[in-house]
């Protein structure tokens, strides 16, 4: 399954800045489509980036 980067921006509460950064850096799995066409997210790879940010503020939240 697949999401546009806007509504893939929209369920980790970022903007789509930051969703070509994460993107660029190999945080989530993206393809494009079509030459020239609009990019998609991998809902498995937000999946795992939401649980990796859950993961990191629990830690910190424990470290506290």
């Not at 980067?5 to 850096?25: P, Y």
């Amino acid at each position: 399954m697949y999401c546009s980067v806007g509504r893939a921006a929209k369920m980790l509460r970022t903007n789509t800045m930051k969703m070509k950064q994460l993107m660029g850096d190999g945080s989530l799995d993206w393809l494009n489509l079509r030459v020239n066409g609009r990019l998609v997210v991998t809902a498995s790879s937000i999946a795992a980036y939401r649980r990796k940010l859950i993961e990191n503020k629990r830690r910190e939240h424990q470290a506290r």
